[in-house]
Structure formats: structure tokens, C-alpha cells
């Protein structure tokens, strides 16, 4: 066993982690943040996204000490169903929710372009979310999603 601070959400926290846990596997099993999924488990799917410095990463590569001192976040920092972020949000308002297994990640990593792109384009947009698999979607809905959500942020709703 081995401690580390982890940063997530704008909290420290300390935890014991086994050597070779994965930040996956901190977040869900050591601090109960659930948004990031285990898909393939290889870096493929997506589901696992989070946002670490600014940047999305796919958190079944990252071994849980390469993540101290970097700022995580995680779907639980962006807004909740009392609170939802805008890009939560028109997710909801565009229908492009459907089994929500992919949602988390494809939320977050549309955060990590509009952070940098705030009026991207529809291909920019697909670019974006490229490493993230949705099974139900077709994706189109997603994209509508996170053009609506840059407007709003702009306040041009
Ligand atoms: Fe991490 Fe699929 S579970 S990319
Ligand atoms: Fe089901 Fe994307 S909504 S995988």
C-alpha cells in the first residue's frame, strides 16, 4: 500500500492505494465518484474520461500516482441533477441521452474543447469526441448537443 493526495474536483484527498491501481479505480472504488465508467479497459471506449490539467485522458491508463498533483475532474465537479452544468444540460434539452454509459466522458470531453474552442464547428466538435464510443446516439444528437451548450455558454440562448 502506498499514499497519495489526489486532487479531484478541487479536493485533496489522501488515500492508500494498492501500487497498481489505476485512477479509474481510485475514483470509483476509493472515492466513490462513479460518473467515470469502465468500458474496454484499453484506452478505446471513452467511458473512463476525465479532465486532468485541462486536458482529457482516459483514466484506465493513468496509474493513480502519475495523477498526483495534477488537477482532476470528474463529472461529479461539473454539476449535479440539482445543478447541472450547460453542457449537462443541453445533452438533456437535445435528446442525446440515451443508455448514458458514454455520457460522462463525451460531456467532459466536450468541457476540454469548449475551455479551448468556444465556437468550434460540427467537424471540430466530432474531432473532439472522437475517442468517445456511444452505442445508442449515432451521434449526431451529441454534436447538436455541444454546439447548443457553446452557444448557451456565450449567453445566446
Ligand atoms: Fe478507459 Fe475504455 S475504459 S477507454
Ligand atoms: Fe448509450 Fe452513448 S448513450 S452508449
Given at each position: 500500500m502506498k499514499k497519495i493526495e489526489l486532487n479531484v474536483?478541487?479536493?485533496v484527498h489522501s488515500v492508500e492505494i494498492d501500487e497498481d491501481m489505476r485512477l479509474v479505480d481510485v475514483l470509483r472504488d476509493k472515492l466513490g465518484l462513479l460518473g467515470a465508467k469502465e468500458g474496454c479497459g484499453e484506452g478505446e471506449c471513452g467511458a473512463c474520461t476525465v479532465i486532468m490539467d485541462g486536458e482529457t485522458v482516459a483514466s484506465c491508463l493513468v496509474m493513480a500516482f502519475q495523477a498526483e498533483g495534477k488537477e482532476i475532474l470528474t463529472i461529479e465537479g461539473l454539476g449535479d441533477e440539482n445543478n447541472l452544468h450547460p453542457i449537462q444540460k443541453a445533452?438533456?434539452?437535445?435528446?442525446?441521452?440515451?443508455?448514458?454509459?458514454?455520457?460522462?466522458?463525451?460531456?467532459?470531453?466536450?468541457?476540454?474543447?469548449?475551455?479551448?474552442?468556444?465556437?468550434?464547428?460540427?467537424?471540430?466538435?466530432?474531432?473532439?469526441?472522437?475517442?468517445?464510443?456511444?452505442?445508442?446516439?449515432?451521434?449526431?444528437?451529441?454534436?447538436?448537443?455541444?454546439?447548443?451548450?457553446?452557444?448557451?455558454?456565450?449567453g445566446g440562448k
Open positions: 474536483n478541487g479536493k445533452f438533456l434539452d437535445e435528446g442525446a441521452v440515451q443508455c448514458g454509459f458514454c455520457i460522462p466522458g463525451m460531456v467532459l470531453s466536450a468541457k476540454a474543447l469548449l475551455d479551448k474552442n468556444p465556437s468550434p464547428n460540427r467537424n471540430e466538435i466530432r474531432e473532439a469526441i472522437s475517442g468517445n464510443l456511444c452505442r445508442c446516439t449515432g451521434y449526431n444528437k451529441i454534436v447538436n448537443a455541444v454546439e447548443k451548450a457553446a452557444k448557451d455558454l456565450q
